[in-house]
């Protein structure tokens, strides 16, 4: 019997990087954005801190916008994984181009 997973996996191994260019620049663009975000988190709780006068406003301040931060640190490596998929990945039989496609089934009729 098969599982779901196998059924998972084999449609995962019907796709193949059309462009690796591409593929490697969403990676990577996605894997950026992380690190700013993750700065820019640590960046607000400091001048938090640093502008407070006593510790638990700045506590307050950053338990307030935490989620904001948090929330797209948790998503983004899905989001850069449907990217990847949705705008880079083909699967083996498309690998030709659209035109090419067209310009075949015109030949036949």
Known sequence: ???KGTEAEAKEEKLAVANPKLATLIYHSFNIAFVLVA???IVHVV???NSSEVWWQAFLA???ISPLFIAPLYYMPM???F???EY???SHDNHGSFLGSKLLA???A
Request: avoid cysteine.
């Open 39 to 41: 700065i820019l988190y």
């Open 88 to 90: 880079d990945m083909g």
């Open 79 to 81: 989001l850069r994984d």
């Open 83 to 85: 990217f990847v998929k």
């Open 47 to 49: 001048v938090y801190y």
């Open 1 to 3: 019997m098969r599982g």
């Open 106 to 108: 015109s030949e036949k």
């Open 62 to 64: 950053a338990a307030i």
